[in-house]
């Protein structure tokens, strides 16, 4: 059964959801992925939107308490400092330009960007979910283009 279903178109999207919801990963790696599966480019490319889009509420509603929870365990208060040193590193920009500069941020499609970090970066900053969610979703479908131009510059490269 699992075989059927991965082989399934549904069971590739789902892939391609999951995948572009992940830290790191987001939709640089579920775009091409998608491709790689086969599936057609519009569907693969609002799938990857609709999948790196979910974590980003939760994070900027539950990101500032899971930090001081990690805070208070010794064994996880230095990743906790890690990661808020990393967001304030990221911040100087979107502190500057507030808007622009999450949406910038978020859209450029290259390690240590995108929603997730966004998301720890309008938290770190106390941005309202209301500037933070629209402008980091404008952000996701700038990077979403920009891969997916990448991918299909690359895969008629190689010929696929």
Same mark, same amino acid.
Request: charge should be positive.
């Given at each position: 059964?699992? !075989?059927?279903?991965?082989?399934?178109?549904?069971?590739?999207?789902?892939?391609?959801?999951?995948?572009?919801?992940?830290?790191?990963?987001?939709?640089?790696?579920?775009?091409?992925?998608?491709?790689?599966?086969?599936?057609?480019?519009?569907?693969?490319?609002?799938?990857?939107?609709?999948?790196?889009?979910?974590?980003?509420?939760?994070?900027?509603?539950?990101?500032?308490?899971?930090?001081?929870?990690?805070?208070?365990?010794?064994?996880?208060?230095?990743?906790?400092?890690?990661?808020?040193?990393?967001?304030?590193?990221?911040?100087?920009?979107?502190?500057?330009?507030?808007?622009?500069?999450?949406?910038?941020?978020?859209?450029?499609?290259?390690?240590?960007?995108?929603?997730?970090?966004?998301?720890?970066?309008?938290?770190?900053?106390?941005?309202?979910?209301?500037?933070?969610?629209?402008? !980091?979703?404008?952000?996701?479908? !700038?990077?979403? #283009?920009?891969?997916?131009? #990448?991918?299909?510059?690359?895969?008629?490269? !190689?010929?696929?």
């Amino acid at each position: 059964m699992p !075989i059927e279903f991965a082989s399934s178109d549904l069971g590739r999207y789902l892939t391609v959801f999951i995948t572009a919801m992940l830290p790191v990963l987001e939709l640089r790696a579920a775009i091409p992925l998608g491709a790689s599966l086969g599936l057609a480019a519009i569907p693969v490319v609002a799938t990857s939107i609709l999948g790196n889009m979910v974590p980003v509420p939760f994070i900027l509603l539950l990101m500032r308490h899971i930090l001081n929870w990690m805070k208070g365990i010794p064994r996880l208060a230095k990743l906790a400092d890690q990661l808020e040193a990393r967001a304030h590193l990221k911040s100087q920009t979107v502190k500057k330009y507030r808007w622009l500069g999450l949406c910038i941020l978020v859209a450029i499609p290259l390690p240590g960007t995108g929603a997730w970090t966004g998301a720890l970066v309008a938290t770190i900053l106390n941005m309202r979910l209301r500037d933070a969610v629209p402008s !980091i979703f404008l952000g996701v479908c !700038i990077a979403a #283009a920009l891969v997916s131009l #990448a991918t299909a510059g690359v895969f008629s490269f !190689i010929g696929l």
